[in-house]
């Protein structure tokens, strides 16, 4: 039976296991805490639990594990840092949390400009929210990076949609503009 944490997220059954993983959380988080340096090694291996975690479908577990190693990396370790959280919108993805999906990508891209995977991810998450400006934004970004992706006709085609997404959703945002200036200049 699925669990369901506080903040709405739904897990799947550890077999009996919550009580294990949870007390290795919390020693690991009060470990990073207290270490003060911090260490690729560590984060790496932080890293590794959390791949570990989310093929098994302990989704939250990973989540926190990433979080973890996004911590305990060094801060000039701008790559494996970028990885951390491009790990976690997956995470995200998961959940269909798509504001933290788009939050951790933009943070990862901020590290890694041309991680072209992060860009794809938030591009989707930005769909899912009818973002479609954003999105093209970001298909656009991405086949600069990767000519090769629009050669696809399924990306050719869903770039279409998109592209008439984006212009529709301007052309209405305008009209409403245009008719709170209206509104606005009948009220004066």
Known sequence: MPLVKEDGRVSEPLNGKVEEFEGELTQCSEEAADEGPRSVPEAQRLKREGNDHYKAKRVSLAMDRYT??????????????AQCLANRAAC???FSEWEGVIEDCTEALELD????????RRANAYEETEKYSQC????DKLQELDPSWIKTPANRSRYGKIEKAAEEQFEREKAEMVDKLKDLGNTV
């Open 92 to 94: 995200h993805h998961y």
């Open 113 to 120: 400009p041309s991680y072209t995977k992060v860009l794809l």
């Open 136 to 139: 093209k934004e970001d298909l």
């Open 68 to 81: 973890l190693a996004y911590a305990t990396c060094p801060k000039e370790e701008k790559i494996v840092r």
